[in-house]
Every structure is written in C-alpha cells, then in structure tokens.
C-alpha cells in the first residue's frame, strides 16, 4: 500500500520559512519522480513543484521559483520542500504524490500551510 506522512507545516509570519517533509513507503520510492501540490481554501489543486527520480532535475511554478527548494533522500524514502519568503498566497494544504508534473498520483493527506500575520 502506498502511503505518505506529511509533515512540518504550521503557521508563519510572512517573509519567514517552512521545511515540509514526506516519508514515503510502499514503493520503490528512488525509481520515481516525485511531486508536491498544494489546494488553498476555495481553489482546485496547484501544482507546487517536481523532482526527478535521482534527484537532479528539478522543476517549480513561476509562483514559487526562487523562493521553494525542492529535494529527496532516496536513502530514507522522504522527499522534502523548503519554503523560504512565504506569502499569504501560500496558504494551501499541502500534498506530496507520486509521479511528475503531469502523471501524479497517490496524495498523501497533505499539512497544512497558513501565512498570516
């Protein structure tokens, strides 16, 4: 069974920084490409920011290039998003999935994300 463990999210002042972290398990977690996205309060799913496999290729929204890092340990099943310079707008539940920008699958439950003064 596929499963994902989100977590690190929390509330934030803006301009200041997250790390999520998901731990991945019931796959071969170094062959795939791995995905975050995100769903704000109203709105559909976002597509956030993919990985590839072994790490080196590396892909973000206009939204949040320059500000989120992604990254992975394939070593401990875990992918993970820094998130530097947060907005308001940032404010989402955050899912990590399986798969690239356009085949993910398999969410996790997501952590929530709040950016609020």
């Known amino acids: 069974e ?63 290039k320059g500000r989120f890092t992604i990254s992975r340990d394939n070593a401990k099943n875990t992918l993970y998003l820094q998130m530097n310079s947060l907005k308001p707008e940032d404010t989402a539940l955050y899912y990590c999935a399986r798969g690239g920008k356009f085949d993910f699958t398999d969410w996790g439950q997501g952590t929530q994300v709040t950016v609020s003064s």
Do not use: H
Request: hydrophobic letters at 35%.
């Open 2 to 64: 596929v499963q994902f463990v989100e977590s690190g999210g929390g509330m934030v002042q803006p301009g200041g920084s997250l790390r999520l972290s998901c731990a991945a398990s019931g796959f071969t977690f170094y062959t795939s490409p791995m995905t975050w996205v995100r769903r704000a309060p109203g709105k559909g799913p976002e597509w956030v920011t993919s990985i590839s496999s072994s790490g080196i290729n590396v892909y973000y929204a206009d939204s949040v």
